[in-house]
């Protein structure tokens, strides 16, 4: 906690930067040394993130290229920081004049004033969703990892207002189709329709980001406060404009009975299993080798073309018209945002996880008998 | 993270103790030195979430009377950690041969012979419920600490299954009145139906816990991982069976629009309020001095006594019937335990929001005028 | 950092109490599952740091019985927090007015009060020798961990005032033949007599306490910051009384030159050794495999019998004249606290270095091939 | 701990960056809003700490400019992660073939491929001096911060081998005066002699740094573990070539007496001082109101020109002479690292110590009465 800007133990990332400053990065430490990884294998994370791509999505021209400046020699990291860098190439001087001297609602400008006294009102400063390049370009480094141990990461868009993909439906295949990362083809459809029309009335809609964790071993998590789920809960409203998290059946668990909630124990093979995945994969905290599913709910992009009420720096009611382009939700770029922050909470955890059993230890250390 | 029993920075909670063991604790360090504190504080708290209080909750007797150990001096806290012990009274040797040698559906039985090779497989051991005592018992110098900056937190049964209480009819004095702390005597009445007729089932239910943060000061919370509402989210996924948080309008902000969502700015008299509160308090991860609200969704008790399908340590598929009172629902129960991580970590929030800014810890050291 | 009482990582040791509040504690979390342990595991270990043992220490009679309280099950650790507590049952009413009143030399309660506004005044409150029990019981649990790893460490005096042991006639089993813990029975002769002078005199002296860490494994530490040597340097200094720190030469290698203190390695079979260790045991933070040598300089206990001057807490200048038994030297008890602080940060630091190497963590999860 | 690249809690520091990759940085978060701040505060401190400035020095030439990439604004600190960066422009592809293949006695290459099973061989990469740059950069914040505070940092050579400054002659205006930042112009004199005498035997020497904190309040440090000294220690040994640390009188307080070493406190006008200060301004790990004073220890310069004996990657014994021009003595560009180090460490705590007393919060947050 404290000094806000970092998250993880042995896993550490920190980020750094404001939408409209010279540079926005990230600094990567104790990634484990021999993961091969270059730009490339960043910058394929980061393109899914960048505005540009659709109607749906800002139009601003960033290039967000990459750069990695340390931790990295001869292909392969070395166990040292990874510090990495995307320029800001977007800085022209528009006019903030308006933003700066009053409160938008729906952002975080009253209580960044608040809490530090001013603010950097370009853009959002800190708050703006630019901040997530950092979270993504970690996240890309957390992925690769998690690959090496044959564990996947995916998320994707589950609604676009009330518009939900149907579990029958259901495709991943079918996500990079449409400009909504939605895995489902005909709600993707539909979802444009109800999107067309909100854009029409210049108001914004929310949604929500499902994550499903694949292959991940049983053991992750440490109670009683570090469960795993509590990281990953953590982790999600740390992004900006996320309102909500489910695991498992979430809140639906809440109206259900404990004869269908509980998930039943059976073999396959030699291996336990559940019957159910009700639970979302975690037991007590901590991982118990099923899928991990969870959702995260966004809120609407508070930035609208209507105008809203408001009051401005000096104490005055004002009305308020927000101008420039504004993507009318956020949930499609957010999808790899939420699957960034599971892959690096998942494997910061993972690293933890090694730490459980004195047997494996020994294993470890090589120890073959103990001296008397 | 890591070594998962501590939560907290400045304020930093540490709780131990396994349901069947000797006795259950915590060590609360961080705290303020000079804040009034005797054991009736810790008790009163205490006496909240402790069982045998109605038909609803398990049987068992238990005192827990809570000892302070350290820390306090001539009725005031000393800066010192405040260490807090509560005797397990009812240890008796149980057969739990039953129980050791497979994994209860729900529980964390499987998950921590996985991690740690075996288990305390005495009444859950570290899983159990009884573990909150901890947390409650740090809770109430928490609320202590608060109350004394005019800080109020309050928790609330929300719903029972699928009963939930009617904001029209909502009264908290009311919550003092039935046994499953629903502010609502009505809803109260109809849950307490519903629940009798899922124990005749032989089967348990969920429900949800709604806390508010009342008078909290705008300014808390640290971006951009240690945001205030990150923070209550790990807080309540840490307790378990929670399996979702939302703040404000949470999941509900996800099908809504922008126009709505946003809460307008206005004034009253010299202060910046808002007309609505649909954001829960928290704008950026950082509280916006409207009232914090926050909602907890807890699964049905995992422990039913229907027959269930499982498995045997040594891989055998059995069917499993667990003997014993077991409380059909946990939602009453928890209640204090959500109150308690609130205001744990709304607490640790405040005092790292004292460092913010320049100009206040100026005043803070007494500096008039700085040496050129 | 922040709240002061816990240290390590994945190994997280807080101790907590006064002198003569109830009882003496710690919490231990992050043990691996599956060591054995039991009581006498820790009391061994607290014996050797229990007053009353020669006419250099205390006479307080203190039995000093540890009790286990959670997280070891069927005599093996669970993986959970393991809380230990050791009564005070020297908690007489004594005269502490003339203390309560004014500020000791050379003690903490002037910084007490001005810190926390107040202090428990009764024979130290916190910063007593005897909130090292905690550490000792923590230490314990280190060593008895290290050991299964064939991992030893050993501290003893090295020196008391001018009095210090000869390389030539050091012998490591000697040390318990004295009650100055001195590896060399000619220097702990002339040191009891440099002793018995000096409490003739009502005077004190320090003195110098060595620790060697044999057969720990090359890559342990964490650069930059977490190197092993910095957080060997800080858990000495956390020591009351200690007031510096060496490793390998220390100062002796600022006079030294680059073609002495260097040690050139050499092959011995397939290994490759040092041929001299003036580093230590550790190259750029990180253990060398070579044994790790330190040193901690303790000062004279600051209780004497002489008067001394000193002012009272309404701001009036005085003459002091402490009662009461004190050792005139803390250094043969601090031996075992100095062994307990160096196993728990080799042990949190050896956990941690588990995560550095991507081919270690493929071979510990057993991930043979991976998917394309 | 854990991931090593990161120091401290509120004021939180994290550098990165290898001798030759592209860059070298470092990010500060947690410093508080309102600090005016601009890169020339940060490159004052930077150009102290720069080769090439003494026959004494590395003649490589750098630039080292450094650049504010987020975290300012408007001449202000904005309470976001300052992100700084120093492109390294000597980035020539030397030949490394030789230190590549084997291991430098006195450095690091050994335990990095023991760790990391691999290492960026390139001019010692992560262990290298130049990764100090990042401290430096923070420093600058730090003893910004401090000064407008009143409290003030300072730095400079003790000695250089055996030659060490006089108490009589110092005077801190002096150590601009000569390459060896000693404040005694005789001393400077002699250990230039002494340093030429070495260089010409192909030898490295070591030295002592001293530093002073002056005008600090008494409260800063959090007893047992996060004591103030303790942390310095840590912040000290985390410096390359630091083999020891000593406050006040340090390792001479071992061979003292209590009657001589015990401070005695007496008053002047209405404020209790010290009459000495053998402690070093620090009591039970907490300041006192007087001068911090601490030392630190540096090995000679691992890097020498004679032969020397070592071993190849590949376990072959071998003779290594290392070319090209190496300082003979770290101990003068140490100074700012240590003075930077120092203002991190005592930055942090000084935050801290913000949330010690109930009635010191209450008067921050205004709170006049507390309803009942």
């Keep these: 906690m404290a000094a806000g800007s970092s998250i993880g133990t042995v896993f550490k990332v920190t980020t750094w930067g404001e939408s409209h400053g010279a540079a926005i990065g990230v600094v990567v430490d104790g990634c484990p040394a021999g993961l ?68 938008r609602p729906g952002h975080a400008d009253y209580t960044y004033d ?99 964790i694949h292959n991940l071993p049983a053991g992750l998590g440490e109670p009683v406060f570090e469960k795993l789920d509590a990281n990953l809960a953590k982790a999600m409203l740390s992004i900006g404009a996320v309102k909500g998290f489910e695991i498992g059946d979430g809140f ?38 099923s899928d991990v599913i969870f959702r995260a709910a966004f809120k609407p992009t508070p930035s609208i073309a209507s105008p809203q009420n408001t009051v401005s720096k000096d104490g005055k009611e004002m009305e308020l018209v927000i101008h420039g382009r504004h993507d009318p939700v956020v949930v499609p770029r957010a999808v790899v945002v939420v699957e960034s922050m599971a892959a690096i909470t998942v494997m910061d955890m993972l690293l933890l996880s090694m730490t459980s059993r004195m047997d494996m230890i020994q294993l470890f250390f090589q120890v073959e008998e103990v001296e008397p």
């Design 114 to 212: 608040e809490k530090y006294g001013f603010r950097d009102y370009r853009g959002g400063g800190r708050s703006s969703a630019r901040e997530t390049i950092g979270r993504v370009a970690a996240g890309a480094i957390a992925e690769k990892f998690l690959a090496a141990l044959n564990i996947k990461v995916t998320a994707y868009t589950r609604s676009i207002g009330p518009v939900e993909i149907s579990g029958e439906r259901m495709d991943l295949k079918e996500m990079k189709n449409n400009r909504l990362c939605m895995p489902d083809a005909k709600a993707a459809e539909e979802a444009e329709q109800y999107l067309e029309q909100k854009m029409a009335q210049r108001d914004s809609v929310g949604g929500v980001v499902e994550c499903v």
């Design 252 to 289: 639906a668990a809440s109206v259900s009975c404990g004869s269908v909630n509980n998930d039943a124990f059976r073999m396959e093979g030699d291996t336990v299993v559940k019957a159910t995945n009700h639970s979302g994969g975690v037991l007590g905290g901590i991982s118990d080798g």
């Design 36 to 103: 091969a990884l270059c730009e490339a294998d960043i910058q394929t994370l980061l393109d899914r993130r960048k505005p540009g791509q659709s109607k749906f999505t800002t139009q601003r021209k960033e290039g967000d290229q990459v750069e990695i400046l340390s931790g990295v020699f001869e292909g392969k990291t070395t166990g040292t920081p990874i510090s990495m860098i995307v320029r800001n190439l977007d800085q022209r001087s528009a006019d903030y004049s308006q933003i700066a001297g009053c409160y």
